[in-house]
């Protein structure tokens, strides 16, 4: 993974020294209506997966496991408030509902199940202790990532406790033995962190070639205000670059799959995402094995970084910084911008 801001020097410093370090609020796409059969609850879980405390919410409120929905899925060392829906449940009963690591917030009836993706994005606000001039240093930081956007790889964590899934999910791909019964959640996993470790590789090499911004001809562009796909056309590039510009587009990189939208044959977008399927042996065919667990998407290259502000902390040498970010960015690559090691 490649640093945007290598000509600003870091703060340095110590992170997650405990979980209040780490404060994730989800920001909801749209509020609860009020009435329905599920229950949509807020909660602010500590040092636990998501997973854990929707586990322990069902059992304590009687909900079913297989029934219950969340947007999105926080980091386990991190204080994080976000929503989660729970079928059958009084809300009467889940308001002041406290847990071991689980707290309730809020609840309120909706009409259906909370669906992973269904949010805005994300605020984070993270303690770095120990830093070096470090209120001067992450504001020129976030100041320069605001202007050009994030680099929107994938975090570590999407690689696994000990970073072999997608190691692993190149094997499925290819048909290979792994050992062991896997379920198809497990699957799943291994195949997107092998589908998003060749996105990382792609755009280390935009990167590189000092094309993140760029377009070029056949590039699968993203609309910033609706999401809509379209791919650039050589007589349009003129255009496109000043949609770029303006950054009402985002160039797209690929998350490799067989229904994946892909940049037209002989066009230069397309040659590098076929020389990244050639370096690892894909044909076309290779992810149509695996049917539904390998269907491929798009993955913008570049993420905004909203609402950012700095300040010090109580101690000498701690800042919080505090920003916002689109669903499927990871606040670890600001921090890693920011401290550089």
Same mark, same amino acid.
């Given at each position: 993974?490649?640093?945007?801001?290598?000509?600003?020097?870091?703060?340095?410093?110590?992170?997650?020294?405990?979980?209040?370090?780490?404060?994730?609020?989800?920001?909801?796409?749209?509020?609860?209506?009020?009435?329905?059969?599920?229950?949509?609850?807020?909660?602010?879980? &500590?040092?636990?997966?998501?997973?854990?405390?929707?586990?322990?919410?069902?059992?304590?409120?009687?909900?079913?496991?297989?029934?219950?929905?969340?947007?999105?899925?926080?980091?386990?060392?991190?204080?994080?408030?976000?929503?989660?829906?729970?079928?059958?449940?009084?809300?009467?009963?889940?308001?002041?509902?406290?847990?071991?690591?689980?707290?309730?917030?809020?609840?309120? &009836?909706h009409g259906h199940k909370l669906r992973t993706g269904h949010l805005r994005g994300n605020r984070f606000t993270l303690t770095v202790r120990g830093t070096t001039s470090g209120v001067e240093r992450a504001r020129a930081i976030l100041d320069a990532l605001g202007k050009s956007g994030l680099p929107n790889y994938f975090g570590a964590q999407r690689f696994g406790a000990r970073g072999d899934n997608a190691q692993k999910g190149k094997a499925l791909v290819r048909g290979e033995p792994i050992g062991g019964r896997l379920s198809r959640g497990q699957r799943r996993l291994m195949v997107s962190a092998y589908q998003s470790e060749l996105f990382n590789r792609y755009l280390d090499r935009r990167i590189d070639d000092g094309l993140l911004a760029v377009a070029l001809a056949g590039d699968v562009m993203k609309k910033t205000d609706t999401g809509g796909l379209f791919t650039v056309e050589n007589p349009d590039l003129a255009a496109a670059q000043a949609r770029l510009d303006a950054r009402a587009v985002v160039v797209t990189g690929p998350m490799l799959g067989h229904k994946m939208m892909a940049p037209p044959p002989g066009t230069p977008s397309r040659a590098r995402e076929d020389a990244l399927a050639a370096e690892e042996g894909l044909d076309a065919g290779a992810f149509a094995n695996l049917g539904k667990l390998a269907e491929g998407t798009r993955r913008a290259l570049l993420v905004p970084i909203g609402e950012a502000e700095v300040r010090a902390g109580e101690e000498a040498g701690e800042i919080v910084l505090g920003f916002a970010l689109p669903p499927g960015a990871y606040a670890t690559l600001v921090l890693g911008e920011v401290m550089k090691g």
């Open positions: 993974m490649r640093l945007l801001t290598t000509a600003l020097p870091g703060t340095g410093g110590l992170f997650k020294t405990v979980p209040e370090d780490f404060l994730v609020d989800e920001l909801p796409a749209y509020p609860p209506s009020g009435e329905g059969a599920h229950t949509f609850v807020r909660i602010e879980k &500590r040092a636990l997966t998501t997973d854990e405390a929707i586990e322990r919410l069902c059992a304590a409120l009687g909900a079913r496991r297989d029934e219950a929905g969340a947007a999105g899925f926080k980091d386990r060392q991190a204080i994080a408030r976000q929503w989660i829906s729970l079928p059958n449940v009084d809300p009467e009963r889940a308001r002041g509902l406290a847990l071991d690591g689980v707290r309730v917030l809020e609840a309120t &009836r």
